[in-house]
T-cell receptor
Framework: DQQVKQNSPSLSVQEGRISILNCDYTNSMFDYFLWYKKYPAEGPTFLISISSIKDKNEDGRFTVFLNKSAKHLSLHIVPSQPGDSAVYFCAASGNNFNKFYFGSGTKLNVKP | NAGVMQNPRHLVRRRGQEARLRCSPVKGHSHVYWYRQLPEEGLKFMVYLQKENIIDESGMPKERFSAEFPKEGPSILRIQQVVRGDSAAYFC????????????????FGPGTRLTVL
């Protein structure tokens, strides 16, 4: 049962343009959403999060948008840089944070 | 400023052998999560532990898998009688004690152990 889905396995974007990574979830009880970035042979690194009481959270070049009615969140990276090339995972949790559900990841390639 | 350490980084086992994966959390962190990542898939939650206590093991297979986080020493994920389907990357993440029941503390991930079962 895939409760968090990332339907785009890969995305290619030109340097300086916007990258938009999408994530859908099925469980309306999810309360907290996160994005992680992962380089090969390394563990995921936390990027940005949003709680269900908000619809937007911004941190520098990274903005996460949450649409609860559509059970959809997205990560915007503006402007994209070659160093952003990595696999991005979205994750979700209920309000006790005992368990996190991850999507299958989107591989972002930012071309110079 | 040591982060989460996992060892070994690579582990090769033959079918039927035991695999022991170790995770040393960030100093001061009392909680550990274990995840498994199969090829081309996302991370799948296995177990959430605090020292000397399993909080949530709903993602653990019912047989052959066990996890512990003793008062002293690293957290251990143990897989008995490994099969080829156990081949995967296993990640642990540590976090500090929760500030409250409903507050999130960031998870810090280790680099993973890649298990190959021949």
């Amino acid at each position: 049962d895939q409760q968090v889905k990332q339907n785009s396995p890969s995305l290619s974007v030109q340097e300086g343009r916007i990258s938009i990574l999408n994530c859908d979830y099925t469980n309306s009880m999810f309360d907290y959403f996160l994005w992680y970035k992962k380089y090969p042979a390394e563990g995921p690194t936390f990027l940005i999060s949003i709680s269900s009481i908000k619809d937007k959270n911004e941190d520098g070049r990274f903005t996460v948008f949450l649409n609860k009615s559509a059970k959809h969140l997205s990560l915007h990276i503006v402007p994209s840089q070659p160093g952003d090339s990595a696999v991005y995972f979205c994750a979700a949790s209920g309000n006790n944070f005992n368990k996190f559900y991850f999507g299958s990841g989107t591989k972002l390639n930012v071309k110079p | 400023n040591a982060g989460v350490m996992q060892n070994p980084r690579h582990l090769v086992r033959r079918r039927g052998q035991e695999a022991r994966l170790r995770c040393s959390p960030v100093k001061g962190h009392s909680h550990v999560y274990w995840y498994r990542q199969l090829p081309e898939e996302g991370l799948k939650f296995m177990v959430y532990l605090q020292k000397e206590n399993i909080i949530d093991e709903s993602g653990m297979p019912k047989e052959r898998f066990s996890a512990e986080f003793p008062k002293e020493g690293p957290s251990i994920l143990r897989i008995q009688q490994v099969v080829r389907g156990d081949s995967a990357a296993y990640f642990c993440a540590s976090s500090p004690p929760p500030r409250s029941v409903s507050s999130y503390n960031e998870q810090f991930f280790g680099p993973g152990t890649r298990l190959t079962v021949l």
